[in-house]
């Protein structure tokens, strides 16, 4: 049973740092794209940023770029999303995905339960 467990989230002021991190476990993902994706209340899930098991390959929503930035630890099938610098639009609930293509929704079939991220300005 695959599983993808979030944690990290928080209420941060604006300007401030979260790390979030993604636990995989009950398959191996070597060739696929893990992502974060958030969603905002009365918007749709988004794409945020997504890396490669098995490569450098990184990719950024423009407006996290310079200020986001996505890693792996593979010894501990870890993903990271460490957010930086983040601002008040940046309140949502962030997911971890494991996907077949990096950038949309439906391109992703594993999914974990979500992660609340609140920044006060």
């Known amino acids: 049973q695959v599983q993808l467990v979030e944690s990290g989230g928080g209420l941060v002021q604006a300007g401030g740092s979260l790390r979030l991190s993604c636990a995989a476990s009950g398959r191996t993902f070597s060739s696929w794209y893990m992502g974060w994706f958030r969603q905002a209340p009365g918007k749709e899930r988004e794409f945020v940023a997504a890396?490669?098991?098995?490569?450098?390959?990184?990719y950024y929503q423009d407006s996290v770029k310079g200020r986001f930035t996505i890693s792996r630890d593979n010894a501990k099938d870890t993903v990271y999303l460490q957010m930086n610098s983040l601002r008040a639009e940046d309140t949502a609930v962030y997911y971890c995905?494991?996907?077949?293509?990096?950038?949309?929704?439906?391109?992703?079939?594993?999914w974990g339960q979500g992660t609340q991220v609140t920044v006060s300005s």
């Open positions: 890396i490669r098991w098995n490569a450098r390959n990184t």
């Open positions: 995905a494991a996907g077949r293509a990096p950038q949309r929704v439906e391109f992703y079939d594993y």
